[in-house]
């Protein structure tokens, strides 16, 4: 049965799709009748997960967002797109006091910058179809910032603010532009926060969440709705997905 959930005759780029979120979002679309190109730097990591895509002609594109070359490569190797999912990213916690110019610039460099630099390039070279939808995961540190936090939280609102602008600017096209403000989500950066923190304090946060932690499956289910033509009418919106977090306190 062929729903507007599906995304049959849709083509689409997961950037960050070697691992996490990014990994579950690529196979998932592929699942619900995507043709997927994914994208991320490790390339072990990205085989593993083009070898879990379903279907057929999907494509793999090793690359670097950090290196404009790379970037420069992975635009003009695209075909039309019919959808972005922009997942990758990075924390890099570090208290106020101990930032500089270069730890900055890291954290905007891969959270907002490059993809920035993709996008527009895309758009330049008319690499997104009419009707196309862009995904941007971002996080609840966009509008509620945590110690340590400070530059991670900015690059993403600096990202969704990006992200209305976009919607903004290519209405005329219909291409739509949505952000998912992701909370807690048990992936690889899990188990590294788990590792700093202690695994008792993470159990204590956990504690918090009236629906508990979330799964990569729960963020990918939500993208693919966005990617498919159910969400048409559905652009510059930013989508909470906290297990109810922000609720209040909430103790099991």
Request: proline content about 3%; overall charge positive; charged content about 20%.
């Amino acid at each position: 049965m062929i729903t507007p959930y599906h995304i049959y005759n849709k083509t689409i780029l997961v950037t960050g799709a070697s691992s996490g979120i990014g990994k579950k979002i690529a196979v998932f679309a592929s699942e619900m009748g995507g043709t997927l190109i994914v994208n991320g730097r490790d390339e072990l990591k990205l085989k593993d997960t083009f070898t879990r895509l379903k279907g057929d002609n999907h494509v793999l594109l090793q690359a670097d967002l950090l290196n404009d070359k790379d970037i420069e490569t992975l635009i003009e190797s695209v075909p039309p797109l019919d959808g972005i999912v922009i997942s990758a990213g990075i924390i890099d916690p570090y208290p106020i006091g101990f930032l500089n110019k270069q730890k900055i610039e890291k954290t905007f460099s891969i959270n907002f910058n490059q993809q920035v630099i993709l996008i527009s390039g895309l758009l330049r070279k008319k690499k997104i179809n009419k009707n196309a939808s862009i995904v941007f995961i971002s996080s609840i540190s966009a509008k509620h910032p945590h110690k340590g936090g400070s530059v991670y939280s900015a690059s993403k609102a600096a990202l969704e603010s990006f992200s209305k602008s976009l919607a903004l600017e290519y209405s005329n096209k219909a291409i739509r532009s949505n952000c998912i403000q992701a909370s807690m989500v048990k992936t690889e950066m899990y188990d590294i926060a788990e590792q700093h923190i202690s695994k008792e304090r993470m159990n204590a946060h956990i504690q918090h969440y009236p629906l508990g932690v979330g799964y990569p499956q729960d963020i990918a289910n939500a993208t693919v709705f966005l990617l498919s033509d159910a969400s048409r009418w559905i652009t510059g919106a930013t989508i909470l997905m906290d297990g109810g977090f922000l609720l209040g306190d909430f103790i099991k």
